[in-house]
């Protein structure tokens, strides 16, 4: 069992930026492929950003590419979104999940793992 723990959301300002730490704890996680996910009032959860907990490639969706960065701190068991030049548009309740085995991918249904979510509000 893997257990999540999101913290980080909070309100900020259109131009701002904002860092979202996920917690990882349970069996051993090391082949497992770890994801950012969102979900606004009304639409659906949508993939942000991904990344293999044993390093390698990361994922982004086009709406995030270059504004935001996932990594992790192995020593910490924890996983990061740095979020930049943020927007309106990125508001949402952001989640962070687990798969196994470690392959990236961006359907949430492929997630065995979910945490709690954390509130990200932007403010124009």
């Known amino acids: 069992q893997v257990q999540l723990v999101e913290s980080g959301g909070r309100l900020v300002q259109a131009g701002g930026s904002l860092r979202l730490s996920c917690a990882v704890s349970?069996?051993?996680?090391?082949?497992?492929?770890m994801g950012w996910f969102r979900q606004a009032p009304g639409k659906e959860r949508e993939f942000v950003a991904g990344?293999?907990?044993?390093?390698?490639?990361?994922l982004y969706a086009d709406s995030v590419k270059g504004r935001f960065t996932i990594s992790r701190d192995n020593a910490k068991n924890t996983m990061y979104l740095q979020m930049n030049t943020l927007k309106p548009e990125d508001a949402a309740l952001y989640y962070c999940?687990?798969?196994?085995?470690?392959?990236?991918?961006?359907?949430?249904?492929?997630?065995?793992?979910w945490g709690q979510g954390t509130q990200v509000t932007v403010s124009s």
């Open positions: 990344l293999r907990w044993s390093g390698g490639t990361s």
């Open positions: 349970g069996r051993t996680f090391s082949s497992y492929a």
């Open positions: 999940a687990a798969r196994s085995p470690g392959l990236i991918t961006t359907t949430s249904g492929d997630y065995s793992y």
